[in-house]
Nanobody, 125 residues
């Protein structure tokens, strides 16, 4: 499976962005998907995850209430809607996937075996 993240950009604090993760080479409905981010000098950190069907989600405390992960299996795409952006949200955002038989949510970075190339999000104050 190949993952292509897009939608990043330079925005001001308080603005919104929607990131997309387009999946090719396989059927998205077979995969649990997550978003991670990596700021300069920091480790890649969990942001949000969604189960195969989209019925279950999990968001990091730092983004809860501001970010929402969703998926459209018919379009083979997973989204991350980011509202109320803050300068501390500045990072490269990555999507990741792992084929799953169950409706699991994966929050550990090591739980994923396929990664996209990342998209830069920069939030100015």
């Amino acid at each position: 499976v190949q993952l292509q993240a897009s939608g990043g950009g330079l925005v001001q604090a308080g603005d919104s962005l929607r990131l997309s993760c387009a999946v090719s080479g396989s059927t998205l409905s077979s995969y649990a998907v997550g978003w991670f981010r990596q700021a300069p000098g920091k480790e890649r950190a969990f942001v949000a995850a969604i189960s195969r069907s989209g019925g279950s989600t999990n968001h990091a405390d730092s983004v809860k209430g501001r970010f929402t992960i969703s998926r459209d299996n018919a379009k083979n795409t997973v989204y991350l809607q980011m509202n109320g952006l803050k300068p501390e949200d500045t990072a490269v955002y990555y999507c990741a996937a792992r084929q799953s038989l169950a409706q699991t949510i994966i929050v550990r970075r090591s739980g994923y075996d396929s990664w996209g190339q990342g998209t830069q999000v920069t939030v100015s104050s």
